[in-house]
Each structure stands twice: as structure tokens, then as C-alpha cells.
T-cell receptor, first 117, second 114 residues
Framework: ETGVTQSPTHLIKTRGQQVTLRCSSQ?????VSWYQQALGQGPQFIFQ???????GRGNFPPRFSGLQFPNYSSELNVNALELDDSALYLC????????????????FGPGTRLTVT | AQTVTQSQPEMSVQEAETVTLSCTYD???????LFWYKQPPSRQMILVIR??????QNATENRFSVNFQKAAKSFSLKISDSQLGDTAMYFC???????????FGAGTTVTVRA
């Protein structure tokens, strides 16, 4: 069973630039959730993708966008980068059926450390 | 929105001893799940233990156990026989059965001393 992977591991960008982060979900999972973790804080929910559709969004501006592909991998795109976007970006995969009894546990990837200068 | 509170920023424990981490949450929902995640310096978030709100029995996973008090909205984690590898940041997290999104607390840093 393949775990959740993320790329790249580290990234340095300049304010105003755009960035794309990638996540491959665990084998058999159909849902990917993205979280932003600022230094010394708990992760904050950005959005979730279920079967290629956005399935809920946290309190993040529209310049944070995402995609999920038919193989359930996902991308997080951030436009017009700001200094406060510097954080660890975590993706987590899970298997949801839309029915009661979904396997709800989320399994996390190792994260991408984004630094905006 | 649900709020998860971890009131202990840091805890230190001697190897082989027991440490208990506290967590409280605020919700009006009745059907939800609670989790403890561990994040070592390698930063990989690892699921430690989970509890379904409809279950009265407290979850146990090897040396890790929880004390779930639904009425008090409290969900503490006990680490028994602490090992050096338990050194990490521990996060309490809430998930509603309506949306399956995680809300995390601010975390507790646990240091196990040799």
C-alpha cells in the first residue's frame, strides 16, 4: 500500500509569484484535504476534494485554488504569494463513500515547506 | 465552526513514566470523531488514536489511551511507559460527521527525557 506523497519537499518563492504543490493520495483513497500549518501552530483547513469536486473550503481567499485528477492526486495552487503564505502545506487522503460508515481517518503526507521572501 | 483547545503548550516527562495531555472542544453536534495526531521533528503527521463520539468506551492503542468525557467535551491523551521516540508535537483534532474536515488545536510539545 502506497502512502501519501507530496512534492516538492521545500520551495522558495518571491512575493507576487505563483506556486503549485502536488499530492498523491494513498492507494484506494478518493478524497484529498489540504491544510496550512504556520510555524508553531496547528494545521488550518484550506479545502477538500472528493471525486474531483471541491467538497468544502476553509477561510482562505480565492487565490488559493485546487484540482483533483481522475487518479485522485491533487494540486494546490497559490497565486500572488504573500509573506504570510510561508508555511508547511500538508495534504491528507481518505476514503469517503458519501454514506454513513465512511472510513473517515485522514492520512497525511510529509508536507511541502514553502518560504516566501 | 468547532474550536479545539489544548491548554498545555509544553510537557516534559521522564522515560518510562506517564504523561497526560488535555484537550477540550466546543461543538453543538452529536455525531463526530476525535483524534490525536503526533508530529515529530520530521514533520510527518501520524495518527495516534481515534474516538467515535457515539462510543462510550475509551479508545486504546498500545501505550496510548484516551479519556473521553462527552458531556464535558473533554478528550485527554495518556501516554504510558513514555519512550524517547514519543518526543513530538501532539495535536488534538475534531471532525464532524457532516463534513469530514479536521479542526486542530494549537498543539502540545512533549519532550521525553532519558
Amino acid at each position: 500500500e502506497t502512502g501519501v506523497t507530496q512534492s516538492p519537499t521545500h520551495l522558495i518563492k518571491t512575493r507576487g509569484q505563483q506556486v503549485t504543490l502536488r499530492c498523491s493520495s494513498q492507494s484506494g483513497h478518493n478524497t484529498v484535504s489540504w491544510y496550512q500549518q504556520a510555524l508553531g501552530q496547528g494545521p488550518q483547513f484550506i479545502f477538500q476534494y472528493y471525486r474531483e469536486e471541491e467538497n468544502g473550503r476553509g477561510n482562505f481567499p480565492p487565490r488559493f485554488s485546487g484540482l483533483q485528477f481522475p487518479n485522485y492526486s491533487s494540486e494546490l495552487n497559490v497565486n500572488a504569494l504573500e509573506l504570510d503564505d510561508s508555511a508547511l502545506y500538508l495534504c491528507a487522503s481518505s476514503f469517503l463513500t458519501g454514506l454513513a460508515g465512511s472510513s473517515y481517518e485522514q492520512y497525511f503526507g510529509p508536507g511541502t515547506r514553502l518560504t516566501v521572501t | 465552526a468547532q474550536t479545539v483547545t489544548q491548554s498545555q503548550p509544553e510537557m516534559s516527562v521522564q522515560e518510562a513514566e506517564t504523561v497526560t495531555l488535555s484537550c477540550t472542544y466546543d461543538t453543538s453536534e452529536n455525531n463526530y470523531y476525535l483524534f490525536w495526531y503526533k508530529q515529530p521533528p520530521s514533520r510527518q503527521m501520524i495518527l495516534v488514536i481515534r474516538q467515535e463520539a457515539y462510543k462510550q468506551q475509551n479508545a486504546t492503542e498500545n501505550r496510548f489511551s484516551v479519556n473521553f468525557q462527552k458531556a464535558a467535551k473533554s478528550f485527554s491523551l495518556k501516554i504510558s511507559d513514555s519512550q524517547l521516540g514519543d518526543t513530538a508535537m501532539y495535536f488534538c483534532a475534531f471532525m464532524s460527521a457532516n463534513d469530514y474536515k479536521l479542526s486542530f488545536g494549537a498543539g502540545t510539545t512533549v519532550t521525553v527525557r532519558a
